[in-house]
């Protein structure tokens, strides 16, 4: 009989696909991508927790206004796709972010939704991040 | 503070010269700044060396230049380092140089900024500049430099009207200065029916990020280039007595957010404002009194928005300057006289220094001919980091 | 010309191959690039001009270069079958050449692209004009496709989203070098077509008569301090 308690499944199971903004423990402010100081209240964030707490995770995403936008040709070394398209939104809750465009005529302006995808191929793992799509 | 002069310039020719070590390169341009000053037999009196550069370990797999560079100009014992600051470094190792000066740790000082980007193709020389970028909120999506140019560009034409045959006739400008420059990368002119008003024009001058086209933006160059500091109340200024010293007038910088999704108003660059603001008030000038400019126009849009941060014109009313030719040599203030990047190539490192090159052929009125500007008095150079992030500008004056 | 029996034995079945029409494409540079089908005449200046890029070892010139040159050759004295050359000119100077075949009705072999004049993307018109030629005007479905250079793949076979046949290999292969394959169908063509394809028809008649008179090219930028040995060949 095998120890079901010695191996921990969870690691074999996919993470929850989300991505991040990180709030501040004393004033609520929220960041994107995370800072070691908060710009309001000048608190300090500890990743292991030890010293400072880690700031919480607080998934960003969902509706979002498009603000620029450009259809990328000529793509960094590791693309092999013929163009991309990329925008920076902007969410409800005032967050900015960065992110692949999945819309083939945007619009500044234009009212998205945020999904999660592989973003990137890196060796040994995939790297996940903000896809724009029309809500 | 100490007076800080410029007494040698040196330069290499920027193009593809990837065949060539990187050192020998830089150390080529430093030569040839030893022989301007007229000191390569006294060479030793350097006491201090800054090197500028961003890609030796990523590119070219070397490290610690600045030691390699002082053995392969025998220089020793100079102190130096090797200064990193993306596409502004050269401009910092500038600032250091005048810094290392002005507080007496120095009297004569070499800054030579170098990089040899050919030696990898060029989707890796995309990548390695994008590394400049958050790592997470922006790298890892494959976004690029041309990709916020671009983005920016958009904005911008949305906001002011800018058309696309008005960015292209700064271009124009550019190449028709860079082709009198015998350093410059790009060895032919563009017209304006070439780039946008033929009919092949959509695909001879094809979309690279849109909406910003293969002919809005700088070349992958290779190229070192050089100046010798000296402050101008030292004994050793006996030496420079070939030519007159330019000097350091005003130096300013200033950073501003690094994710560009959190600049406040994203067509503003703060950092370029602050900066120049800073090195104004440091000179005792105003954007008035520039006679001439090197802007950091690795992508042709940045001439426009560079010139109306610095006060040289107001929001959005850039390119009716150029439209009316006072950005051209011969014109009220002409603006990259050099070619810019846009002609003269941008190897990251060098490109600092070769702004202030121009600056100083300029004034002491060494430019070829046609490309002289007349009577200058008073120069600026903006060399942008990262984009707009990290910025620094210098003024120049004749003595 | 009478062929005697042992030549008609040695020369492939010829088609009958419609004509490539010129066209004159504006380059960045204001620079108007004519680009046609060379003449068997013709064949002396092409050569000349490919020859001096043998001796050039970088970005693969070397193989490129020697590779057209006797493709050019095959053409001129009748043992590749169904071959086509399209030059590029400016001004009669010779800004670079492409050569391709066709196999059969439906596939097009292409060859190779040799660019002389640097900077102003004269290899991506011509190679654009090379596949025009197969799938507009010699009415094929598809143009395979292999490249010698790093930069031709990427050129090639990323920005025009090629399809890679390298699954049916080596039952597919291209006959340079029997290497796995790139295919451009008729469809990836047509997306990519206003992209990738331009130029003026038909050249206006001052234009065309410019490159009536194919020269070989004053300067190689290929070749460090070249320069053809005091001939004024070709200078009119």
Redesign the interface.
């Known amino acids: 009989m095998i120890d079901t308690n010695v191996v921990d499944f969870e690691k074999y199971r996919p993470a929850r696909l989300e991505v991040y903004a990180y709030k501040c423990p004393e004033c609520g402010t929220l960041h994107y991508p995370a800072p070691m100081i908060c710009k309001d209240c000048s608190a300090r964030r500890d990743p292991s927790g030890v010293l400072f707490s880690s700031w919480e995770k607080v998934p960003l995403g969902g509706k979002c206004t498009l603000l620029s936008w450009t259809r990328v040709y000529a793509l960094p070394e590791g693309f092999d796709a013929r163009y991309l398209l990329f925008g920076i939104v902007e969410f409800e809750n005032g967050l900015r972010a960065s992110g692949r465009l999945l819309v083939e005529e945007p619009k500044i302006g234009m009212k998205l939704v945020s999904k999660v995808g592989v973003v990137r191929e890196k060796i040994g793992e995939d790297v996940y991040g903000f896809m724009f799509d029309r809500s | 503070m100490r007076k800080v002069g410029i007494v040698g310039i040196g330069h290499t020719v920027f193009g593809n010269l990837s065949e060539f070590d990187l050192v020998d390169i830089m150390s080529f341009a430093s030569a040839d700044a030893l022989d301007d000053a007229g000191i390569r037999k006294e060479r030793k009196i350097v006491d201090q060396v800054f090197v500028a550069n961003v890609g030796a370990g990523m590119l070219n797999h070397q490290t610690a230049i600045a030691s390699s560079l002082v053995s392969r100009i025998d220089l020793e014992p100079a102190m130096a380092e090797t200064v990193e600051n993306g596409p502004a470094s050269g401009a910092s190792a500038l600032k250091c140089g005048y810094t290392a000066i002005a507080a007496g740790l120095a009297d004569v000082v070499m800054v030579t900024g170098g990089e040899v980007m050919r030696a990898v193709t060029g989707w890796k020389a995309t990548d390695f500049v994008a590394t400049l970028l958050h790592p997470e909120a922006e790298y890892n999506y494959g976004l690029t430099l041309p990709a916020f140019a671009a983005m920016f560009t958009r904005l911008y034409m949305e906001r002011y009207g800018l058309t696309e045959e008005e960015l292209a006739m700064v271009a124009v400008k550019d190449h028709d200065n860079g082709i009198k420059n015998p350093y410059a990368h790009v060895p032919y002119t563009c017209t304006l029916e070439g780039i946008y008003g033929s009919s092949d024009a959509q695909v001879v001058n094809n979309l690279i990020a849109d909406p910003l086209r293969l002919y809005n933006m700088c070349p992958v160059s290779d190229g070192a280039a050089s100046l010798i500091l000296c402050a101008l109340d030292s004994a050793k200024m006996k030496h420079f007595k070939k030519k007159p010293p330019v000097v350091i007038r005003g130096i300013g910088a200033a950073t501003d957010t690094h994710c560009i999704h959190h600049r406040e108003d994203p067509l503003e660059l703060k950092a370029v404002r602050l900066s120049a603001e800073r090195a104004y008030k440091m000179a005792g000038l105003g954007p008035k009194d520039i006679s001439f400019a090197e802007l950091h126009d690795a992508f042709v849009i940045l001439e426009l928005a560079i010139s109306e941060e610095v006060g040289f014109f107001k929001k959005g009313k850039s390119r009716d300057a150029v439209v009316q030719g006072l950005t051209r040599i011969g014109g009220k203030l002409p603006i990259n006289t050099s070619g810019g990047l846009k002609a003269k190539g941008h190897p990251l490192g060098a490109t600092g220094v070769s702004q202030v090159f121009e600056l100083v052929k300029q004034l002491r009125g060494e430019a070829e001919e046609g490309r002289q500007v007349g009577n200058p008095i008073h120069g600026m150079a903006v060399n942008f980091g990262g984009f707009g992030n990290n910025v620094v500008t210098t003024i120049c004056s004749k003595e | 010309m009478i062929v005697d029996e042992l030549e008609k034995k040695l020369r492939p079945p010829e088609m009958d191959l419609a004509p490539y029409p010129a066209k004159v ?7 108007k690039m004519v680009c046609r089908e060379v003449r068997r005449e013709e064949t002396g200046v092409l050569l000349e001009t490919v020859f001096p890029l043998i001796g050039v070892p970088d970005d693969f010139y070397d193989i490129v270069a020697v590779r057209m040159y006797s493709e050019i050759l095959g053409w001129y004295r009748y043992r590749v079958a169904n071959e086509f050359v399209i030059v590029g000119a400016i001004n009669g100077e010779i800004a670079g050449i492409v050569t391709s075949r066709c196999v059969d009705e439906r596939v097009g072999m292409s060859l190779h692209t040799l660019t002389i004049k640097r ?3 004269v290899g991506a ?1 011509l190679f ?1 004009a090379k596949m025009e030629h197969h799938l507009e005007y010699l009415n094929q479905e598809e143009v395979w496709i292999v490249a010698e250079s ?2 031709g793949f ?1 050129r090639w076979m ?4 090629l399809e890679n046949a390298y699954d049916r290999y080596p039952a597919t292969h291209h006959e340079l070098g029997g290497v796995p394959t790139y295919i451009l169908t008729k469809e990836i063509y047509n997306r ?1 077509r ?7 028809r038909p050249v206006p008649p001052e234009l065309l008569a410019t490159a009536e008179s194919l020269r070989v090219p004053e300067e190689y930028p290929q070749l460090q301090r070249y320069r053809r040995g005091g001939q004024k060949r070709g200078r009119s």
């Open positions: 494409i504006t380059l960045a540079s204001g620079e900077g102003l993307r018109q654009a790093p930069i990427r990323i920005e025009y989203g990519v206003d992209e990738k394809v331009t130029g003026v």
